[in-house]
């Protein structure tokens, strides 16, 4: 294993949107503009911002428009935004968004208790949405939860998986995202199923939106590239996950996505280019937790890169000797 990594990925930092949306403060605009804008420094070009959700609703997101309006659009950068529905995307046109993530479960239960709806309704409102927003020139990612298993209904079919994704195709999605939305995934298992999807869906842009609940989400991510996958989903700090409500039934604890700044630090590592400053990144994991006012999930964030400890032990090896007279026996 390990002997097919691609030389370069593309990662997708979905911090300033999945990694707020469970905050319980309200973060000003200013500040995820701050944020946004220092992991532009960082050399993202793929950034999820917000969510086209009601306002009433998720009151973390109702700056959307005014957020949109005032962010820096430089060449090449990719924005996107959540949109689970046509009322969000009414509001999302014209907004300054590049594309959409439109999210659908794999089961009805994960369905019902997250979006009240089934997944036969969900994927029949599913097609007004992705057919309007491609008409208004927006870009769609199908996103799928629980793709590798569902905490309600447990099993799921990646047959399943398949025949729900080959309709969102035939409906005009560009891509699709395949969530390991509750961390139930093994690398074995994601090895397999990416090789299938691959297959199944060839020229269609696929990508990874794995969670650390169980702590196999860089294991995840290595056995997708392996398989194949060169784009990947992650969140600054390692924040984000199931929304952090009532329904404990299906949301159990609060670890997120898979941690942007130790994804980064451990493919640069390994020869794996993507293109991201790991310095300026680990910046923009301290902002965040000043931010969020709290310490957040990342390692490489608290213990450095590994380039910063090389050769770093010769100052404390010379005190060292100078302290004790060490003489070689």
């Given at each position: 294993m390990l002997e097919n990594l691609p030389k370069k990925v593309t990662i997708r930092d979905m911090g300033a949107r999945e990694g707020l949306q469970n905050e319980p403060k309200q973060i000003p605009t200013e500040q995820k503009l701050e944020l946004i804008r220092a992991l532009l420094r960082a050399g993202f070009k793929h950034i999820q911002v917000t969510s086209f959700v009601s306002p009433k609703v998720v009151t973390q997101f109702a700056d959307a428009p005014e957020l949109l309006k005032k962010l820096e659009h430089p060449e090449g950068v990719f924005y996107w935004a959540t949109v689970p529905n046509m009322r969000g995307l009414e509001r999302a046109i014209d907004s300054g968004i590049n594309g959409i993530s439109l999210p659908i479960s794999m089961t009805d239960g994960h369905n019902i208790v997250n979006m009240q709806r089934t997944t036969a309704k969900a994927l029949r409102d599913a097609e007004q949405v992705i057919s309007q927003a491609r008409k208004a020139n927006l870009y769609v990612i199908a996103s799928t939860s629980c793709a590798f298993g569902c905490p309600i209904e447990g099993y799921?079919?990646?047959?399943?998986?398949?025949?729900?994704?080959?309709?969102?195709?035939?409906?005009?999605?560009?891509?699709?995202?395949?969530?390991?939305?509750?961390?139930?995934?093994?690398?074995?298992?994601?090895?397999?199923?990416?090789?299938?999807?691959?297959?199944?869906?060839?020229?269609?842009?696929?990508?990874?939106?794995?969670?650390?609940?169980?702590?196999?989400?860089?294991?995840?991510?290595?056995?997708?590239?392996?398989?194949?996958?060169?784009?990947?989903?992650?969140?600054?700090?390692?924040?984000?996950?199931?929304?952090?409500?009532?329904?404990?039934?299906?949301?159990?604890?609060?670890?997120?996505?898979?941690?942007?700044e130790d994804l980064v630090s451990m493919l640069e590592e390994m020869g794996v280019h993507t293109g991201i400053d790991l310095d300026k990144l680990i910046e923009a994991g301290k902002l965040f937790e000043q931010i969020v006012g709290r310490e957040l999930y990342s390692f490489v964030t608290k213990a450095g890169p590994v380039k910063a400890l090389w050769g770093g032990g010769k100052e404390y090896l010379d005190d060292f000797i100078k302290k004790f007279g060490f003489k070689d026996a």
């Amino acid at each position: 294993m390990l002997e097919n990594l691609p030389k370069k990925v593309t990662i997708r930092d979905m911090g300033a949107r999945e990694g707020l949306q469970n905050e319980p403060k309200q973060i000003p605009t200013e500040q995820k503009l701050e944020l946004i804008r220092a992991l532009l420094r960082a050399g993202f070009k793929h950034i999820q911002v917000t969510s086209f959700v009601s306002p009433k609703v998720v009151t973390q997101f109702a700056d959307a428009p005014e957020l949109l309006k005032k962010l820096e659009h430089p060449e090449g950068v990719f924005y996107w935004a959540t949109v689970p529905n046509m009322r969000g995307l009414e509001r999302a046109i014209d907004s300054g968004i590049n594309g959409i993530s439109l999210p659908i479960s794999m089961t009805d239960g994960h369905n019902i208790v997250n979006m009240q709806r089934t997944t036969a309704k969900a994927l029949r409102d599913a097609e007004q949405v992705i057919s309007q927003a491609r008409k208004a020139n927006l870009y769609v990612i199908a996103s799928t939860s629980c793709a590798f298993g569902c905490p309600i209904e447990g099993y799921v079919s990646p047959q399943k998986v398949v025949e729900n994704c080959k309709r969102l195709e035939w409906m005009g999605a560009n891509a699709l995202a395949f969530g390991d939305t509750t961390g139930m995934a093994n690398p074995r298992q994601v090895w397999n199923f990416y090789k299938m999807i691959l297959a199944e869906f060839p020229g269609m842009e696929i990508s990874t939106h794995f969670h650390d609940s169980r702590g196999m989400g860089l294991a995840n991510v290595l056995a997708a590239m392996e398989a194949g996958v060169t784009i990947h989903d992650c969140a600054l700090g390692g924040t984000g996950g199931q929304p952090h409500t009532a329904r404990d039934q299906y949301a159990f604890g609060r670890l997120g996505n898979v941690c942007t700044e130790d994804l980064v630090s451990m493919l640069e590592e390994m020869g794996v280019h993507t293109g991201i400053d790991l310095d300026k990144l680990i910046e923009a994991g301290k902002l965040f937790e000043q931010i969020v006012g709290r310490e957040l999930y990342s390692f490489v964030t608290k213990a450095g890169p590994v380039k910063a400890l090389w050769g770093g032990g010769k100052e404390y090896l010379d005190d060292f000797i100078k302290k004790f007279g060490f003489k070689d026996a």
